[in-house]
């Protein structure tokens, strides 16, 4: 089993910035594609942003304001969050998905970290 933790999240106010982390350990493997996820209370998980061996994918609503990249020596991957907005508030996690075929298969999830944004 894949272990991520996620790290970084915190209060910002609006148009401000945040950087979060994932950290893996155990088992893992750099070809496996990791993404990020996140869910505000009430409301299902949605996809935020995606890296894999083929490239980068955001949902539209980040595009242009988030940047997903990965240190494959430190097994990290990263979400930079620029020009955030109070509707970007939720929890955050990351995910590991094993094979970078679509649609992906994520199999390993992080507990999460919480990123509240202030008008």
């Known amino acids: 089993q894949v272990q991520l933790v996620e790290s970084g999240g915190g209060l910002v106010q609006g148009g401000g910035s945040l950087r979060l982390s994932c950290a893996a350990s155990?088992?893992?493997?750099?070809?496996?594609?990791m993404g990020w996820f996140r869910q505000a209370p009430g409301k299902e998980r949605e996809f935020v942003a995606v890296i894999s061996w083929s490239g980068v994918n955001y949902a539209a609503s980040v595009k242009g304001r988030f940047t997903i990249s990965r240190d494959n020596d430190k097994n990290t991957v990263y979400l930079q969050m620029n020009s955030l907005k109070p509707e970007d508030t939720a929890v955050y996690y990351c995910?590991?998905?094993?094979?970078?075929?679509?649609?992906?298969?994520?199999?390993?999830w992080g507990q999460g970290t919480q990123v509240t944004v202030s008008s």
């Open positions: 995910a590991a998905a094993k094979s970078g075929i679509l649609p992906l298969k994520y199999d390993y």
């Open positions: 155990g088992r893992t493997d750099s070809s496996y594609a």
